[in-house]
C-alpha cells in the first residue's frame, strides 16, 4: 500500500481514459498528458494503461509500506526521495518506509507518479480514471485526501532505466498547438482567425481538466446564428459569445452547443494538459493529412525500441 | 474530405483530425432524432473497425475514431453503406419510463417564479409539464444526464441570468424547449421545479443509467411523504 501524507492540489489517480460510453453521457477522462503516463508505464514494464497518479501544479507526500520500483514523469515538480532529489524518466528502487515527496512545478502543469503494476481502484466503466465533475472513478470519484490507502503490488523488475533524451526531445510538449479547421470556422471573421492563429493566447485561472479558457483577442463572429447541441471532439475550440476561446478537453461534456473555431490536433492534446494558468499559447494551422502524420510519427517514436535505456 | 449527401438532409464532415460528424438536418425533430438513435443502435451493435467513441445529439452524431487505426475515409465509407440501409422507423422499441417527481417546496426553487414569468398558476405548470410525454433525444452534459424533449411552449423557460453554483442531485429542470433531471450535483443554469427520489445514474446498478436513447419519459407529480418513503425505499 502507499499511504498519502500530504495530497498536493489536486491528484488524481488517472489511466488512458473510457472511451466508449458518450451515448451514457460519460466522457473519456484520463491522464491529462497520456504521453508522460504511457513513457512512466513502459519504463516499469506496466501495461500502456496502468494508473498513476496525475498531480496538478503541487505535488504532495506518499509513503510506501511496500519495496517496489517508480518512474516519475511529466513535469518537473522537484520530486524526492525521503531527502535525496531523484530524476524523471527514470526508474527508481522504492523500500516500505520511504517517502516520495512532489514540490511544486518547475515547468508544466502536470507530473505523474507510475508505480510497478500501477496503482489498484475498483474500475468504472473499465477504467481507473477519476471524473470529478461527477465523483466517479478513481479513488471514491475525488481528488486524493491525506490518509488515503493506495493499492500497489509490485510486477516484475523494471525493463529499462530511463527514458532515451533524444526520442524524449521529440514528444515533449509544445506551446505552439496544431489545430485543423473547426466545423463553424466559417462563422468567424477573417480578422478573427487571423487572431488566432498570429497573437499568443493565455491560459485563464478558471482551466480544469474540462476545459481551458484561454484569454486573449476577442474572436468576432461574422455570422451570428444559434447553435443545435452536437457532440463535441475532443481538443475543440470552442468560441462562447463573449469570444474568448475555450479548449475542451478531457472531462469534456460529450455534447456541446458553442461553435467550434479550431480543434487541436490528436498529437498536441497531451501538450495541452502541460499547460498552466497564465501561461501563453499560440495556434498553428494544418490540414488533417498532417494532423495524421504527426500523430502517427508520435506515435512510431512512443513505441520505438529506441525510447527506453537500460 | 467534401461535405456529400447520403440520404435527404444528411451530411458527413470531418469535425476534428479524429471524428467525423454525421447531421441530419439542422433542426431538433423526432424524424431526425429517429435517425440518430438507429444509426447509434447500428455502430453500437456492429462497430465500425477503429472507432473508439460515439456522441449523439438531437440531429447529429459524432463519431469518435483512432486516427493510427483507420481514416475519415475507411469510417465514412463504412457509415455510407449502413446509412444505405437506414429505416428510422425499425429502431422504435421504445421504452417508457415513469419520474415521479416532487414539485415545489424545498425541492424546486425556480417553480414559483416560472409560474409567474409563464403567468401560469403552479398546479398548471406541473400539469402541464406531467402531461407531455418525453422522448430522451441524448444523453450529455455529466453521465446519465438525459436531455428531454419537447417542453410545450407554454412552460419553456429561459436559463437562468447566473447559473447555480450547485444543483442537487435529482433536481427536475427546464431550459428553453429542453426538460432534463440532474443525476449529479454539480453548477447548473435550468430552472429548477421540482425533484425526483430515484438515483439518474449509479455505478453500481444495471444499467447504470434510469434513462438511454430513445426512451419515452413521463413525470408523476408525488407529494413528500411519497418521495420520502421512495427515498428511503433505495429505489
Not at chain 1, 484561454?214 to 462562447?240: C, D, H, K, S, W
Not at chain 2, 419515452?216 to 413528500?224: A, D, N, Q, T
Request: charged share 20%; with cysteine.
Amino acid at each position: 500500500m502507499i499511504r498519502v501524507e500530504s495530497p498536493g492540489l489536486m491528484t488524481t489517480v488517472q489511466d488512458l481514459g473510457r472511451e466508449g460510453f458518450g451515448p451514457l453521457g460519460v466522457s473519456a477522462s484520463g491522464a491529462a498528458d497520456p504521453i508522460a503516463l504511457r513513457i512512466g508505464n513502459r519504463l516499469l514494464g506496466n501495461r500502456e494503461a496502468a494508473a498513476g497518479l496525475e498531480f496538478t501544479l503541487v505535488g504532495g507526500a506518499f509513503r510506501f509500506e511496500i519495496d517496489t520500483w517508480i518512474a516519475i514523469t511529466g513535469s518537473d515538480f522537484g520530486p524526492m526521495l525521503d531527502d535525496a532529489p531523484v530524476d524523471l524518466w527514470t526508474v527508481h528502487r522504492v523500500r516500505a518506509g520511504q517517502i516520495v515527496r512532489m514540490r511544486s512545478t518547475r515547468s508544466g502543469a502536470r507530473c505523474y507518479l507510475c508505480v510497478s503494476g500501477g496503482i489498484k481502484v475498483p474500475l468504472f466503466l473499465a477504467s481507473a480514471s477519476t471524473h470529478v465533475l461527477s465523483g466517479l472513478g478513481g479513488l471514491d470519484g475525488r481528488a486524493l485526501r491525506k490518509g488515503d490507502r493506495l493499492q500497489a503490488d509490485p510486477a516484475a523488475p523494471p525493463p529499462a532505466q530511463r527514458l532515451n533524451p533524444e526520442v524524449g526531445a521529440k514528444l515533449a510538449p509544445r506551446r505552439r498547438l496544431r489545430v485543423t479547421d473547426g466545423l463553424q470556422c466559417g462563422w468567424f471573421t477573417v480578422a478573427a482567425r487571423r487572431a488566432l492563429f498570429e497573437t499568443a493566447y493565455q491560459v485563464s485561472e478558471a482551466s480544469n481538466r474540462m476545459g481551458l479558457r484561454l484569454e486573449g483577442a476577442v474572436l468576432e463572429f461574422a455570422i451570428r446564428r444559434e447553435m443545435i447541441t452536437t457532440g463535441v471532439a475532443l481538443g475543440a475550440i470552442q468560441v462562447p459569445a463573449g469570444g474568448q476561446p475555450v479548449v475542451v478537453f478531457v472531462e469534456q461534456q460529450t455534447t456541446g452547443g458553442y461553435p467550434i473555431i479550431a480543434n487541436v490536433v490528436a498529437a498536441d492534446l497531451a501538450s495541452v494538459g502541460q499547460l498552466r494558468p497564465r501561461d501563453a499559447v499560440e495556434f498553428e494551422p494544418i490540414s488533417l493529412e498532417s494532423a495524421r502524420d504527426l500523430l502517427l510519427e508520435q506515435e512510431t517514436s512512443l513505441t520505438s525500441d529506441q525510447l527506453l535505456l537500460s | 474530405m467534401k461535405p456529400a449527401t447520403v440520404a435527404p438532409g444528411s451530411r458527413l464532415d470531418c469535425a476534428s483530425d479524429q471524428s467525423l460528424l454525421v447531421s441530419f438536418g439542422d433542426q431538433i425533430s423526432l424524424e431526425a432524432h429517429r435517425r440518430v438513435h438507429w444509426l447509434l443502435t447500428c455502430l453500437q451493435n456492429e462497430p465500425v473497425a477503429g472507432t473508439l467513441n460515439l456522441h449523439p445529439a438531437y440531429c447529429s452524431l459524432l463519431i469518435k475514431f483512432d486516427p493510427r487505426r483507420t481514416t475519415h475515409q475507411q469510417v465514412e465509407r463504412e457509415v455510407r453503406e449502413r446509412m444505405a440501409n437506414m429505416d428510422p422507423g425499425s429502431a422504435t422499441g421504445r421504452r417508457q419510463v415513469e419520474i415521479p417527481v416532487c414539485y415545489g417546496v424545498d425541492f424546486g426553487p425556480d417553480l414559483a417564479s416560472l409560474a409567474e414569468l409563464r403567468g401560469l398558476l403552479i398546479d398548471d405548470l406541473i400539469r402541464i409539464h406531467s402531461q407531455q410525454t418525453y422522448t430522451v433525444f441524448f444523453l450529455g452534459f455529466v453521465p446519465g444526464f438525459a436531455y428531454l424533449g419537447t417542453v410545450p411552449e407554454t412552460i419553456a423557460a429561459p436559463r437562468l441570468a447566473s447559473p447555480r453554483r450547485r444543483v442537487e442531485a435529482g433536481s427536475v429542470g427546464i431550459a428553453g424547449h429542453q426538460t432534463g433531471v440532474y443525476p449529479f450535483p454539480v453548477p447548473g443554469g435550468w430552472q429548477i421545479i421540482g425533484k425526483t427520489p430515484l438515483s439518474m445514474f449509479r455505478a453500481d446498478r444495471d444499467p447504470m443509467s434510469l434513462l438511454a436513447v430513445g426512451d419515452e419519459v413521463r413525470f408523476r407529480p408525488i407529494p413528500v411523504d411519497e418521495y420520502v418513503r421512495i427515498e428511503r425505499g433505495g429505489a
